[in-house]
């Protein structure tokens, strides 16, 4: 018996009832996309895949793969695909195969939104969500007051200045992709995390 049916309700079309949350987060660095993929990956008990988080792992274990990433990140310059497809890709396709997923920062550009998705699509596991949070892109308080807190390597006032430039360089491109395919929503991230997570709840609610 699916949940509802014994009181004749007919059950809920929330993703999580029905149809698996496999969700793409954008956004400009300090909108969000950690705090907002973790309450999704709760709220749907999909994986969390944060790139990020992943190759900063890497970078303090001092792995190969850290190894390679860390100057590019240093400089807030897009770590080689090769090396965010090696990390990312196998975990996509587990998750995708188990109970879905959220990713935040992957993909980042057109070019591995166009490179992954046929590999996706042959593992059935492809991104069926792509959602901006959209934020004026002069984060910068957000970001230092975060590196603080958190101690970020890569949340130095220079280094934040670079990563936003490469968001304003690879965004459009990447976001066209998904809009052609209408796969594309944006929820407005200025608000407080409740204000924003209720907007993206309901975005979710109602594909
Ligand atoms: P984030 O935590 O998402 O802000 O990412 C931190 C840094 O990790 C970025 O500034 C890049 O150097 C690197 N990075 C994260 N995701 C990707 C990606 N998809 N492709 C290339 N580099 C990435």
Not at 38 to 53: M, N, S
Request: overall charge negative; proline content about 7%; some cysteine.
């Amino acid at each position: 018996m699916t949940e509802g049916e014994h009181d004749g309700i007919p059950p809920t079309s929330s993703p999580a009832a029905d149809r698996q949350v496999r969700l793409l987060l954008i956004g400009p660095p300090g909108s969000g996309k950690g705090t907002q993929g973790k309450r999704v990956a709760e709220r749907y008990g999909v994986e969390h895949i944060a790139a990020g988080d992943l190759l900063r792992h890497e970078v303090e274990t001092a792995s190969e793969i850290g190894i390679r990433a860390s100057n590019f990140m240093q400089q807030g310059e897009l770590v080689p695909d090769d090396l965010v497809f090696e990390l990312v890709m196998p975990r996509v396709v587990a998750a995708g195969r188990a109970n879905g997923y959220v990713l935040d920062g992957f993909p980042r550009s057109l070019g591995q939104a166009e490179d992954c998705r046929p590999f996706f699509e042959e593992h059935d596991v492809a991104v069926s969500l792509a959602v901006l949070l959209d934020a004026p892109d002069d984060l910068m308080p957000r970001l230092l007051e975060r590196a603080q807190s958190e101690g970020r390597f890569d949340d130095t006032p220079e280094v934040i200045r670079a990563r936003l430039e490469v968001f304003r360089d690879e965004v459009e491109p990447l976001l066209d992709f998904y809009r052609e395919r209408g796969l594309l929503a944006t929820v407005d991230a200025t608000g407080t995390p409740d204000e924003v997570w209720a907007e993206l709840q309901a975005v979710l609610e109602s594909r």
